[in-house]
């Protein structure tokens, strides 16, 4: 399934619901913009999904805004100043990221104690599953971050 330019707000969702994890959802709507193949944007983010590894940390469709940042605005230089801007970026899109979720911790968008268990395994994706979580929508709001803030790979 390769995603469609047009509308990657609802590529990401449609992706999420299809099974992908948060990241690999909002990555793999954007990255062919970028020039990376839909199945590598899927591969790369694959680990970042429930705040990396599923350790409920950073939220993976956050993370996936960084990375597309980054495809954006890198050149690959490792000058302090290059680094800099692109980290004062990520900050501003954190802080917009968490005014419209409320955290940039997935443990925390998901109402979950700090020492709830992080099992390794991936939940099923039942119906139930999409109804408990806030996770299709905050893939969509990152998806739409991506859209108004950063723009296309052109």
Avoid: W
């Amino acid at each position: 399934m390769q995603p469609s330019t047009p509308n990657s707000d609802c590529q990401a969702s449609r992706l999420f619901k299809c099974g992908y994890n948060c990241a690999q959802s909002v990555f793999a709507a954007h990255a062919t913009d970028f020039g990376v193949d839909f199945k590598t944007a899927l591969k790369t983010a694959s680990a970042l999904g429930g705040g990396v590894g599923r350790m409920r940390e950073v939220c993976g469709a956050f993370l996936a805004v960084s990375m597309i940042l980054g495809l954006k605005k890198s050149t690959a230089s490792d000058s302090s100043v290059e680094k800099s801007d692109i980290y004062k970026e990520t900050q501003r899109l954190a802080d917009i990221f968490i005014s419209e979720n409320g955290s940039l911790i997935c443990r925390q968008l998901l109402g979950l104690s700090k020492d709830a268990p992080t099992p390794s395994i991936a939940a099923d994706r039942t119906k139930e599953y999409y109804q408990t979580r806030p996770c299709a929508l905050i893939v969509a709001r990152a998806s739409a971050l991506i859209t108004r803030e950063i723009g296309s790979g052109s």
